[in-house]
């Protein structure tokens, strides 16, 4: 799988769009990026994932490059329920997730 | 919907003790997966399981044993516990992932273990 670079922090006004990159410049034409994130002590939370084109649910918007070698998580108005850990995972159609360390996000009022 | 079900939520043990954690899930996945956080690290897998009656080993297998007798369930056991597995374990489950789509994993709410 390929590796992921995140920020280790990022601070975000509450009610603002919290943008979150990540880097996967090794990444291989089949592997896919997802976003997770865990909220203190509670088990992780899939959040989105994409392929090439850019995605969007009703939690956030993956944008990724045409060229694939990066991303970016959008959460379009952050909450201080958004307070999390936000993982960047690229991985082909196989079993394992790999969680780096993510980018502990903190929103502020 | 339960989703993902843990059992015990939090256990302490002594040295040499044994026992096994529960993962159940009720949205009929495939796959299932035992991971183990450490403070301040990512998840790292133990074992998974890609149906009824299999099972494989993950990146630290060590020290753990799984069965999977049933779809829904999928057992974690420590037959002597070590300092060394105090740890938050989570389960989690999936649908299969052969190549025909991409689905996430989705994860229980953990199992805090102390081994003293």
Redesign the interface.
């Known amino acids: 799988d390929a590796k992921t670079t995140q920020p280790t922090s990022m601070d975000c006004a509450e009610g603002r769009a919290a943008n979150l990159p990540c880097n996967h410049s090794t990444i291989s034409g089949n592997e896919?990026v997802?976003w997770?994130r865990q909220i203190h002590?509670?088990?992780?939370?899939?959040i989105i994932?994409g392929?090439k084109n850019n995605e969007t649910n009703e939690m956030a918007s993956l944008i990724i490059t045409e060229d694939r070698k990066s991303s970016t998580l959008i959460l379009p108005h952050a909450t201080l329920r958004d307070t999390a850990v936000y993982?960047c995972i690229v991985r082909a159609?196989?079993?394992?997730?790999?969680?780096?360390?993510?980018t502990t996000v903190t929103v502020r009022a | 919907n339960a989703g993902v079900t843990q059992t015990p939520k939090f256990r302490v043990l002594k040295t040499g003790q044994s026992m096994t954690l529960l993962c159940a899930q009720d949205m009929n996945h495939e796959y299932m997966y035992w991971y183990r956080q450490d403070p301040g690290m990512g998840l790292r897998l133990i074992h998974y399981s890609v149906g009824e009656g299999t099972t494989a080993k993950g990146e630290v297998p060590d020290g753990y044993n799984v069965s999977r007798l049933k779809k829904q369930n999928f057992l974690l056991g420590l037959e002597s516990a070590a300092p060394s597995q105090t740890s938050v374990y989570f389960c989690a489950s999936s649908y299969d992932p052969r190549g025909l789509s991409n689905q996430p994993q989705h994860f229980g709410d953990g199992t805090r273990l102390s081994i003293l």
């Open positions: 896919y997802y997770y002590s509670q088990g992780p939370q899939y994932h392929l993982y159609a196989d079993y394992k997730l790999s969680f780096g360390a993510g």
